[in-house]
């Protein structure tokens, strides 16, 4: 069978989110109620993108899952802990929409830094990096600096540096927003590469229907103000490969994601 | 790379070589008895006729403003460290940094010369490091609390503590605007520390030199001071702009000026 639709056997929950909602400025005249009774179970080893419209609270949410901020009512569980302790024990990595690299830092040495932070010593570190470089493909760069790069090649750098402390859990949002169609279709193409050698845990946040459906074993469709889950749909398109884009089964999973868009759109 | 300075040179090099000759030929015209201004050949002339006393003024300027600067400096980065590290700190040395740098430093001189003794140093040095403190306090300040939000949260999900986000994240961030605030300090260092010393102070000084020559009417002398008082802030200039390529090795080669 396709080994992309079926989640490990013993699918253990990467992340658990339990009756949570999230009240920016609780009280206060500027109050936003961002996210409403959202109870998400993600299994560990899939590819899940979150989708909707602009600041229904994707980002809050995944932000919610790396412990960057925190639910003003119920809980989040990533493997099998409070989502601090897991933030505490490196148990994800992050990659955002402008790369974050850090322009005082050369490619390997961004790469470097998680690992760093952990304590590795020089030689692992500069193995590790090595590895990752060949991984996004860039090995002729790792002594460039950041500004000496490409958008695209910046983002790679940005996906390998998430990668690097090898975390089972990936969080991304939008990484590929500020890439041109050519590129991001070419990044897709990798991430999805690295999934299926590596059958992390991705949650995924973009924009775009194609993207979402090309990549995951699963859309999670959201509707804005206050944030909720509208939709919970799976995508079974088995293995990527170059004819995914142009296949039926693509389209009518495109189809559905846009319905569902669309209906909650109407709603309001 | 030898080279390349000496071409980058080049342009600053025409200016001011021509700029000399213009000056010296217009005055040949219009004031020929050069009462008002030397023209650059006399003030040669008065440079090398007291060579001996300038360099010594100017050693013992240079001791003042390079100690000046140096303490102004360490100050200004220390302060600005504990003010973006420690809310308790922001909210107590910030303002009375700005309350610092609303007094008009220079006119303390007269005050610190009483307190330090009329012939000492120490009330010179005092006015450059007061003056060097402001500049480099807001600028390494800025610098080191406009990191991108993306940036800290990103080491908040390595869980880093504060200590490596400043180590590692706000410090690197604020070497360009440190490196911004050393060059108008250094420039600052060496008007303060003249102007102090027209006051009194340290004697044998390029500001005393100044004074004096002025005072009985050897304006070339003055000048020819005032020759050595710009060389010697172009040269702190030019050892900040190489601190900072070396510090800053991320950074497009830019010229000095960048
Ligand atoms: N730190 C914050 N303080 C106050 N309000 C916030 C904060 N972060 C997000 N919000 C609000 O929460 C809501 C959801 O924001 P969020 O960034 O999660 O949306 P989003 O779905 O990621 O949007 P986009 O697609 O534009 O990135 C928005 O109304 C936003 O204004
Ligand atoms: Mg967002």
């Known amino acids: ?268 | 790379m030898i080279k390349r300075a000496l071409a980058g040179a080049f342009p600053a090099l025409v200016i001011g070589v021509g700029g000399l000759v213009l000056w010296e030929l217009s005055l040949l015209v219009i004031n020929p008895d050069g009462f008002l201004l030397p023209r650059p050949t006399e003030i040669f002339e008065a440079f090398t006729e007291h060579f001996d006393a300038i360099w010594s003024a100017t050693i013992n300027t240079g001791y003042i403003v390079v100690t000046g600067l140096i303490v102004g400096v360490i100050l200004g980065v220390v302060w600005s460290l504990l003010v973006s590290r420690f809310r308790i700190a922001d909210e107590t040395l910030t303002p009375l940094a700005i309350a610092l740098n609303a007094i008009p430093i220079i006119a303390l001189a007269p005050i610190f010369n009483a307190w330090y003794g009329l012939l000492s140093p120490t009330s010179n040095q005092a006015i450059v490091v007061l003056l060097v403190f402001f500049p480099v306090f807001i600028n390494t300040t800025k610098g080191l609390t406009s990191v991108g939000a993306t940036k800290i949260e990103l080491m908040d999900s390595y869980a880093a503590s504060k200590w490596e986000i400043t180590r590692m994240i706000r410090i690197p961030n604020a070497m360009p605007l440190f490196f911004t605030a050393l060059k108008i300090a250094s420039s600052l260092a060496v008007i303060g520390a003249i102007v102090a010393e027209y006051f009194g102070g340290s004697q044998d000084t390029l500001g005393q030199f100044i004074v004096q020559n002025a005072a009985s009417g050897r304006y070339t002398n003055a000048w020819a001071a005032v020759v050595a008082a710009s060389a010697m802030g172009i040269t702190l200039y030019l050892v900040s702009g190489g601190f900072e390529r070396v510090a800053t090795p991320w950074r497009p080669d830019v010229d000095v000026v960048g």
């Not at chain 1, 560990?44 to 960057?68: E, H, N, Q, W, Y």
């Open chain 1, 1 to 268: 069978m396709n080994d992309h639709d079926t989640p490990p056997s013993k699918a253990a929950a990467a992340v658990e989110i339990d009756s949570v909602s999230k009240v920016f400025n609780l009280g206060k005249p500027n109050e936003v109620h961002a996210l409403d009774g959202i109870d998400l179970t993600i299994d560990d080893g899939t590819f899940v993108s979150l989708i909707g419209p602009s600041g229904c609270g994707k980002s809050t949410l995944l932000r919610l899952m790396g412990a960057l901020t925190h639910p003003t009512e119920g809980s989040v569980v990533v493997n099998g802990k409070s989502a601090d302790q897991a933030r505490l024990d490196r148990d994800y990595g992050m990659a955002f929409q402008t790369s974050g690299l850090f322009e005082w830092r050369t490619v390997t040495q961004n790469i470097e830094l998680p690992l760093q932070l952990m304590g590795w010593d020089k030689a692992q570190r500069k193995e590790r990096a090595l590895e990752m470089l060949d991984l996004v493909k860039l090995a002729e760069f790792g002594d460039h600096y950041p500004r000496e790069l490409s958008g695209g090649m910046q983002q790679r750098v940005a996906i390998a540096r998430a990668l690097s402390f090898r975390p089972q859990l990936l969080l991304m949002d939008e990484p590929f927003g500020a890439l041109d169609e050519m590129t991001r279709e070419h990044m897709q193409t990798e991430v999805l590469e690295i999934w299926e050698k590596t059958r992390k845990t991705i949650v995924f946040v973009t924009h775009s229907i194609p993207e979402a459906v090309f990549l995951s074993n699963r859309v999670v469709v959201m509707s804005p103000r206050p944030g909720r889950i509208a939709a919970d749909i799976s995508v079974p398109l088995g293995r990527r490969n170059f004819d995914t884009r142009e296949s039926q089964g693509f389209f009518d999973s495109i189809t559905e994601v846009r319905e569902a868009l669309r209906f909650e759109g109407s709603t309001r």
